[in-house]
């Protein structure tokens, strides 16, 4: 079985931090999360719409989480 957190530090130094690039057609972006996938997860938890400071302040459990249920397991990557 794959572990997927050995594939975290390699994302990180690519998408490692802020990015709001009007050109960019995902929009606000931190650390390779958009705010359109930031705003799914939030919904599976039952949580309001987040704002672009709380995507800008997404904590490192919240990122793992997303890589892992939102993209890892969606590709069944193990």
Not at 37 to 63: D, F, H, V
Request: glycine content about 8%; hydrophobic content about 35%.
């Amino acid at each position: 079985m794959a572990q997927y957190n050995k594939l975290i530090a390699h994302i990180l130094k690519w998408e490692g931090g802020w990015g709001n690039d009007p050109a960019d057609k995902g929009g606000p972006t931190m650390k390779g999360v958009t705010i359109a996938t930031y705003t799914a997860y939030c919904a599976k938890k039952g949580w309001p719409n987040p704002t672009l400071s709380q995507l800008r302040n997404i904590t490192k459990a919240e990122w793992e989480e997303i890589f892992k249920t939102m993209f890892w397991d969606r590709w069944k990557a193990d």
